[in-house]
Protein backbone atom coordinates (compact mmCIF):
# COMPACT_ATOMS: atom_id res chain seq x y z
CA UNK A 1 0.00 0.00 0.00
CA UNK A 2 1.40 3.37 -1.15
CA UNK A 3 1.58 6.28 1.29
CA UNK A 4 0.27 9.69 0.96
CA UNK A 5 1.85 11.27 3.76
CA UNK A 6 3.94 14.21 3.24
CA UNK A 7 1.81 15.03 0.50
CA UNK A 8 -1.43 16.87 -0.41
CA UNK A 9 -4.34 15.15 -1.91
CA UNK A 10 -6.25 16.67 -4.86
CA UNK A 11 -9.30 16.99 -2.45
CA UNK A 12 -7.46 18.77 0.38
CA UNK A 13 -5.91 21.31 -2.06
CA UNK A 14 -9.16 22.06 -3.74
CA UNK A 15 -10.59 22.60 -0.60
CA UNK A 16 -7.59 24.99 -0.29
CA UNK A 17 -8.29 26.66 -3.01
CA UNK A 18 -12.32 27.29 -2.59
CA UNK A 19 -11.65 28.48 1.16
CA UNK A 20 -9.39 31.04 -0.68
CA UNK A 21 -11.69 32.29 -3.13
CA UNK A 22 -14.40 32.69 -0.75
CA UNK A 23 -12.27 34.65 2.06
CA UNK A 24 -11.57 37.28 -0.65
CA UNK A 25 -12.02 40.40 -0.46
CA UNK A 26 -15.35 42.72 -1.58
CA UNK A 27 -14.92 42.60 -5.30
CA UNK A 28 -14.51 46.38 -6.21
CA UNK A 29 -14.32 47.10 -9.53
CA UNK A 30 -10.63 48.33 -11.09
CA UNK A 31 -11.77 52.15 -11.38
CA UNK A 32 -11.95 52.33 -7.25
CA UNK A 33 -8.85 50.27 -6.55
CA UNK A 34 -7.32 52.00 -8.82
CA UNK A 35 -8.70 55.39 -7.36
CA UNK A 36 -7.61 54.07 -3.40
CA UNK A 37 -4.15 53.35 -5.43
CA UNK A 38 -3.87 57.29 -6.40
CA UNK A 39 -5.56 58.67 -3.22
CA UNK A 40 -2.34 56.55 -0.75
CA UNK A 41 -0.15 57.74 -3.46
CA UNK A 42 -1.47 61.79 -3.46
CA UNK A 43 -1.56 62.03 -0.05
CA UNK A 44 1.44 60.28 0.68
CA UNK A 45 3.20 62.81 -1.56
CA UNK A 46 1.61 65.88 -0.12
CA UNK A 47 2.38 64.57 3.41
CA UNK A 48 6.29 64.86 2.57
CA UNK A 49 6.04 67.95 1.27
CA UNK A 50 4.11 69.62 3.68
CA UNK A 51 6.67 68.20 6.57
CA UNK A 52 9.10 70.24 4.72
CA UNK A 53 6.85 73.27 4.88
CA UNK A 54 6.36 72.94 8.61
CA UNK A 55 9.26 72.68 11.42
CA UNK A 56 10.34 69.35 11.83
CA UNK A 57 13.23 67.43 13.25
CA UNK A 58 16.68 68.11 11.88
CA UNK A 59 17.47 64.65 11.58
CA UNK A 60 15.60 64.32 8.41
CA UNK A 61 16.91 64.38 4.67
CA UNK A 62 15.00 67.31 2.93
CA UNK A 63 16.39 65.98 -0.37
CA UNK A 64 15.27 63.07 0.08
CA UNK A 65 11.69 64.24 1.11
CA UNK A 66 11.65 66.50 -1.81
CA UNK A 67 12.52 63.91 -4.47
CA UNK A 68 10.18 61.44 -3.35
CA UNK A 69 6.92 63.58 -2.60
CA UNK A 70 6.89 64.98 -5.63
CA UNK A 71 7.25 61.81 -7.86
CA UNK A 72 4.85 60.25 -5.48
CA UNK A 73 2.11 63.27 -6.06
CA UNK A 74 2.57 62.92 -10.20
CA UNK A 75 2.33 59.59 -9.80
CA UNK A 76 -1.14 59.79 -7.68
CA UNK A 77 -2.19 62.24 -10.55
CA UNK A 78 -1.39 59.74 -13.48
CA UNK A 79 -3.29 56.86 -11.99
CA UNK A 80 -6.11 58.69 -11.00
CA UNK A 81 -6.20 60.19 -14.54
CA UNK A 82 -5.58 56.71 -15.86
CA UNK A 83 -8.19 54.71 -13.40
CA UNK A 84 -10.19 53.22 -16.06
CA UNK A 85 -7.14 51.49 -18.15
CA UNK A 86 -4.70 50.66 -15.15
CA UNK A 87 -4.80 46.66 -14.88
CA UNK A 88 -5.24 44.46 -11.80
CA UNK A 89 -2.10 43.20 -12.25
CA UNK A 90 -0.09 46.36 -12.23
CA UNK A 91 -1.74 47.04 -8.46
CA UNK A 92 0.48 44.35 -6.63
CA UNK A 93 3.71 46.20 -8.20
CA UNK A 94 2.57 49.82 -7.39
CA UNK A 95 1.67 48.66 -3.49
CA UNK A 96 5.01 46.77 -3.49
CA UNK A 97 6.63 50.68 -4.88
CA UNK A 98 4.73 52.02 -1.86
CA UNK A 99 6.29 49.43 0.36
CA UNK A 100 9.51 50.72 -0.17
CA UNK A 101 9.04 54.20 -0.26
CA UNK A 102 8.14 53.84 3.18
CA UNK A 103 10.71 51.84 3.63
CA UNK A 104 13.16 54.09 2.75
CA UNK A 105 11.38 57.01 4.41
CA UNK A 106 11.57 55.01 7.94
CA UNK A 107 14.97 54.22 7.39
CA UNK A 108 15.98 57.36 7.01
CA UNK A 109 13.94 58.97 10.04
CA UNK A 110 16.63 59.95 11.97
CA UNK A 111 14.83 60.03 15.10
CA UNK A 112 12.22 58.05 17.26
CA UNK A 113 9.28 60.27 16.20
CA UNK A 114 10.66 60.71 12.69
CA UNK A 115 10.91 57.01 11.98
CA UNK A 116 7.53 56.18 14.23
CA UNK A 117 5.78 58.75 12.01
CA UNK A 118 6.87 57.23 8.95
CA UNK A 119 6.49 53.76 9.76
CA UNK A 120 2.33 54.00 10.38
CA UNK A 121 2.66 54.67 6.72
CA UNK A 122 2.78 50.32 6.52
CA UNK A 123 -0.60 50.74 7.54
CA UNK A 124 -1.70 51.42 4.34
CA UNK A 125 -0.27 48.87 2.49
CA UNK A 126 -1.81 46.78 4.72
CA UNK A 127 -5.47 48.23 4.47
CA UNK A 128 -5.25 48.68 0.75
CA UNK A 129 -3.68 44.53 0.33
CA UNK A 130 -7.08 43.17 2.03
CA UNK A 131 -8.93 45.59 0.71
CA UNK A 132 -8.20 44.97 -3.10
CA UNK A 133 -5.88 42.12 -3.93
CA UNK A 134 -7.14 38.29 -3.18
CA UNK A 135 -5.64 36.27 -0.30
CA UNK A 136 -2.36 34.80 -1.85
CA UNK A 137 -0.89 38.05 -3.44
CA UNK A 138 -2.20 40.38 0.05
CA UNK A 139 -0.57 37.51 1.99
CA UNK A 140 2.77 38.30 -0.16
CA UNK A 141 2.52 42.22 -0.18
CA UNK A 142 2.13 42.08 3.35
CA UNK A 143 4.80 39.39 4.45
CA UNK A 144 6.94 41.55 2.09
CA UNK A 145 6.30 44.91 4.06
CA UNK A 146 6.91 43.04 7.40
CA UNK A 147 9.91 41.76 6.68
CA UNK A 148 11.08 45.22 5.89
CA UNK A 149 9.62 47.22 8.59
CA UNK A 150 11.25 44.45 10.57
CA UNK A 151 14.63 44.66 9.23
CA UNK A 152 14.82 47.32 9.02
CA UNK A 153 13.43 47.96 13.33
CA UNK A 154 16.33 45.83 14.12
CA UNK A 155 19.01 48.18 12.40
CA UNK A 156 17.11 51.40 14.11
CA UNK A 157 17.02 49.53 17.55
CA UNK A 158 20.78 49.24 17.43
CA UNK A 159 21.35 52.74 16.34
CA UNK A 160 21.76 54.89 19.77
CA UNK A 161 21.05 57.88 17.84
CA UNK A 162 17.22 56.84 16.98
CA UNK A 163 16.62 56.34 20.43
CA UNK A 164 14.09 53.26 19.26
CA UNK A 165 13.17 50.85 21.78
CA UNK A 166 11.46 47.57 21.39
CA UNK A 167 7.85 49.42 22.57
CA UNK A 168 7.60 51.45 19.13
CA UNK A 169 7.61 48.96 16.86
CA UNK A 170 5.23 46.48 19.06
CA UNK A 171 2.79 49.44 19.35
CA UNK A 172 2.87 49.54 15.82
CA UNK A 173 2.71 46.04 15.16
CA UNK A 174 -0.08 45.57 17.42
CA UNK A 175 -2.60 48.30 15.92
CA UNK A 176 -1.90 47.19 12.29
CA UNK A 177 -2.88 43.63 13.09
CA UNK A 178 -6.16 44.51 14.57
CA UNK A 179 -6.85 47.01 11.63
CA UNK A 180 -6.35 44.36 9.41
CA UNK A 181 -8.18 42.05 11.64
CA UNK A 182 -11.25 44.35 11.44
CA UNK A 183 -10.82 44.82 7.51
CA UNK A 184 -11.33 41.09 7.01
CA UNK A 185 -14.45 40.99 9.23
CA UNK A 186 -15.85 44.00 7.96
CA UNK A 187 -14.92 42.26 4.16
CA UNK A 188 -16.16 38.68 5.20
CA UNK A 189 -19.53 40.81 6.72
CA UNK A 190 -19.88 42.79 3.11
CA UNK A 191 -19.50 39.03 1.21
CA UNK A 192 -22.31 37.62 3.02
CA UNK A 193 -24.74 40.18 2.19
CA UNK A 194 -23.70 41.15 -1.69
CA UNK A 195 -21.84 37.62 -2.62
CA UNK A 196 -23.76 35.02 -3.62
CA UNK A 197 -22.71 31.83 -1.95
CA UNK A 198 -22.96 29.60 -5.13
CA UNK A 199 -21.19 31.38 -8.11
CA UNK A 200 -19.31 33.91 -5.69
CA UNK A 201 -20.41 36.55 -7.67
CA UNK A 202 -22.74 39.26 -7.11
CA UNK A 203 -26.59 39.10 -5.75
CA UNK A 204 -29.34 41.18 -6.10
CA UNK A 205 -28.66 43.57 -3.30
CA UNK A 206 -24.72 43.95 -4.54
CA UNK A 207 -26.39 44.36 -8.28
CA UNK A 208 -28.63 46.88 -7.04
CA UNK A 209 -25.88 49.46 -5.48
CA UNK A 210 -24.07 49.21 -9.03
CA UNK A 211 -26.89 50.34 -10.83
CA UNK A 212 -27.76 52.64 -8.60
CA UNK A 213 -24.01 53.96 -8.86
CA UNK A 214 -24.19 53.35 -12.57
CA UNK A 215 -26.72 55.71 -12.97
CA UNK A 216 -26.67 59.45 -11.64
CA UNK A 217 -28.97 61.20 -9.39
CA UNK A 218 -30.94 62.26 -12.49
CA UNK A 219 -31.28 59.42 -14.37
CA UNK A 220 -28.78 60.44 -17.02
CA UNK A 221 -26.21 57.71 -17.37
CA UNK A 222 -22.29 59.28 -16.57
CA UNK A 223 -21.22 56.88 -19.00
CA UNK A 224 -22.59 54.43 -21.84
CA UNK A 225 -24.06 51.69 -19.61
CA UNK A 226 -25.70 48.04 -21.33
CA UNK A 227 -27.25 45.93 -19.31
CA UNK A 228 -27.29 41.89 -20.37
CA UNK A 229 -29.97 39.64 -18.66
CA UNK A 230 -28.90 36.17 -19.66
CA UNK A 231 -31.12 32.59 -18.63
CA UNK A 232 -29.98 29.73 -19.05
CA UNK A 233 -31.97 27.85 -21.17
CA UNK A 234 -33.49 24.24 -19.98
CA UNK A 235 -31.85 24.62 -16.48
CA UNK A 236 -34.59 23.10 -14.85
CA UNK A 237 -34.38 19.59 -16.99
CA UNK A 238 -30.13 19.74 -15.61
CA UNK A 239 -31.61 19.86 -12.31
CA UNK A 240 -34.23 17.14 -13.09
CA UNK A 241 -31.85 14.48 -15.11
CA UNK A 242 -28.81 14.58 -13.31
CA UNK A 243 -29.76 16.59 -9.90
CA UNK A 244 -29.45 19.43 -8.22
CA UNK A 245 -25.76 19.15 -7.43
CA UNK A 246 -25.01 18.97 -11.15
CA UNK A 247 -26.80 21.76 -11.82
CA UNK A 248 -24.87 23.95 -8.86
CA UNK A 249 -21.73 22.56 -10.26
CA UNK A 250 -22.66 23.84 -13.92
CA UNK A 251 -23.38 27.70 -12.47
CA UNK A 252 -20.50 27.71 -10.81
CA UNK A 253 -17.82 26.53 -13.91
CA UNK A 254 -20.25 28.70 -15.87
CA UNK A 255 -19.83 31.86 -14.04
CA UNK A 256 -16.23 31.34 -13.40
CA UNK A 257 -15.58 30.97 -17.39
CA UNK A 258 -18.19 34.15 -17.72
CA UNK A 259 -15.77 36.41 -15.48
CA UNK A 260 -13.00 35.45 -17.61
CA UNK A 261 -14.21 36.24 -21.02
CA UNK A 262 -15.14 39.78 -19.61
CA UNK A 263 -13.77 43.11 -19.48
CA UNK A 264 -12.46 44.31 -15.89
CA UNK A 265 -14.51 47.13 -15.62
CA UNK A 266 -17.55 44.43 -16.15
CA UNK A 267 -20.18 43.13 -13.67
CA UNK A 268 -21.24 40.18 -13.62
CA UNK A 269 -24.13 39.24 -11.00
CA UNK A 270 -26.72 36.57 -10.25
CA UNK A 271 -30.49 37.30 -9.50
CA UNK A 272 -31.29 34.03 -8.70
CA UNK A 273 -31.66 30.41 -10.04
CA UNK A 274 -30.36 30.37 -13.41
CA UNK A 275 -30.74 33.91 -13.96
CA UNK A 276 -28.23 36.54 -14.63
CA UNK A 277 -26.90 39.98 -14.76
CA UNK A 278 -23.96 41.67 -17.02
CA UNK A 279 -23.36 45.49 -16.77
CA UNK A 280 -21.27 46.50 -19.41
CA UNK A 281 -20.04 50.43 -18.60
CA UNK A 282 -18.45 52.50 -21.27
CA UNK A 283 -19.66 49.98 -23.66
CA UNK A 284 -21.05 51.36 -27.67
CA UNK A 285 -23.96 48.81 -28.48
CA UNK A 286 -21.95 46.76 -30.92
CA UNK A 287 -18.69 46.59 -28.67
CA UNK A 288 -21.61 45.43 -25.92
CA UNK A 289 -23.17 42.61 -28.76
CA UNK A 290 -19.57 40.87 -29.37
CA UNK A 291 -18.92 40.54 -24.90
CA UNK A 292 -22.64 39.42 -24.95
CA UNK A 293 -22.30 36.86 -27.81
CA UNK A 294 -18.82 35.58 -26.56
CA UNK A 295 -20.58 34.96 -23.13
CA UNK A 296 -23.45 33.01 -24.97
CA UNK A 297 -21.05 30.71 -27.24
CA UNK A 298 -19.08 30.01 -23.28
CA UNK A 299 -22.43 27.97 -22.63
CA UNK A 300 -21.79 25.91 -25.46
CA UNK A 301 -18.58 24.32 -24.07
CA UNK A 302 -20.82 23.44 -21.28
CA UNK A 303 -23.03 21.88 -23.30
CA UNK A 304 -26.02 24.20 -22.63
CA UNK A 305 -27.57 27.43 -24.09
CA UNK A 306 -28.15 30.67 -23.03
CA UNK A 307 -30.46 32.99 -23.98
CA UNK A 308 -29.70 37.21 -23.34
CA UNK A 309 -31.73 40.38 -23.36
CA UNK A 310 -29.92 43.07 -23.88
CA UNK A 311 -30.86 47.11 -23.26
CA UNK A 312 -28.60 50.35 -23.32
CA UNK A 313 -29.42 53.06 -20.52
CA UNK A 314 -31.17 56.21 -21.55
CA UNK A 315 -31.58 59.16 -20.25
CA UNK A 316 -34.56 59.49 -17.28
CA UNK A 317 -33.43 55.58 -16.66
CA UNK A 318 -34.01 54.13 -13.36
CA UNK A 319 -32.54 50.46 -12.09
CA UNK A 320 -35.66 48.96 -12.99
CA UNK A 321 -36.55 50.75 -16.17
CA UNK A 322 -33.33 49.29 -17.41
CA UNK A 323 -33.47 45.92 -16.37
CA UNK A 324 -37.13 45.78 -17.69
CA UNK A 325 -36.02 46.75 -21.31
CA UNK A 326 -33.99 44.22 -21.07
CA UNK A 327 -36.77 41.31 -19.19
CA UNK A 328 -38.52 41.94 -22.37
CA UNK A 329 -35.62 41.56 -24.93
CA UNK A 330 -34.74 38.35 -23.26
CA UNK A 331 -38.44 37.37 -24.02
CA UNK A 332 -37.60 37.91 -26.80
CA UNK A 333 -34.52 35.83 -27.68
CA UNK A 334 -36.81 33.06 -26.09
CA UNK A 335 -39.53 33.80 -28.69
CA UNK A 336 -37.46 33.03 -30.92
CA UNK A 337 -35.74 29.82 -30.27
CA UNK A 338 -33.36 30.83 -27.52
CA UNK A 339 -29.62 30.43 -27.48
CA UNK A 340 -29.57 34.11 -29.17
CA UNK A 341 -29.05 37.93 -28.53
CA UNK A 342 -31.78 40.05 -28.85
CA UNK A 343 -31.73 43.97 -28.04
CA UNK A 344 -34.43 46.41 -26.66
CA UNK A 345 -36.49 48.73 -29.06
CA UNK A 346 -34.18 52.28 -28.07
Known amino acids: MSSTR ?10 FLKWM ?3 RPFPYSREVSAAAMALFYLVGGVTMLLVLLFPHPPTLNNALLAGLGVPLVLAGITILLLRHRIPAAAQPWLLATGTVVVTILTATGG ?3 GVVSFSFFYLW ?5 LLFLNPLVAALQIGFA ?5 GVTVLLVRDEATHLTVFEPIALITVISTTGGVIMWLSQAREQSEIDPLTLIINRRGLDRILHAALSGDGTPRRS ?3 GLIDVDHFKEVNDLQGHAAGDQLLEELTSKWQQALRAEDTLGRLGGDEFVVLLPGCAPADADLILERLRSVALQFK ?6 AALAEPGDSASMLLGRADTALYQAKNLGRNQVAWAAS
Do not use: E
Not at 6 to 15: D, K
Not at 146 to 150: D, E, G, K, N, P
Open 146 to 150: AVTYL
Open 304 to 309: VSCSVG
Open 111 to 113: STS
Open 225 to 227: LVA
Open 125 to 129: IVIYA
Open 21 to 23: QRT
Open 6 to 15: GSASPGSVAS
